[in-house]
């Protein structure tokens, strides 16, 4: 029997998330193309359809979406009919699925919370 391990649902460390920040954001002239970048390393990355709790309820994750706003979505299924999540506010299952990490840097990212060591060091001169 396989059993998921701790490390299965351990997100990445603040630094870790720095470096995927940055790979998702690299040569982006504004925000429109950061969520771009994100959308497109979470596209590529997540490990689709996983399952998840929603308000108490299991929902199969199918896809990600960008919705006009220009946040990035999941869309949740339950008996055939499909709902979309910010992806801010998705809860995440135990296991995590592959690709998660990307979901918490772009979490990271949208509160702002990260550090940019490029700004940084723009700050300093």
Known sequence: ?????????????????DELIEAATADCYDENEQVNG???MIDDN???PFKT????????????????DGA????CERDGELQRIALTDLP??????AGTEWIAAYRRWV???WSDE???EDIDE
């Open 111 to 113: 509160e702002g919370s």
């Open 38 to 40: 994100f959308f497109t």
């Open 53 to 68: 709790q929603i308000l108490g309820v299991e929902a199969s994750v199918v896809t990600i979406v960008m919705d006009d």
């Open 46 to 48: 997540l490990a689709l």
């Open 118 to 120: 490029e700004e940084d």
């Open 1 to 17: 029997m396989n059993t998921p391990s701790a490390a299965d649902s351990i997100l990445p460390n603040a630094a870790r998330l």
């Open 72 to 75: 990035i979505k999941a869309v």
């Open 92 to 97: 995440l299952p135990s296991p995590l699925p």
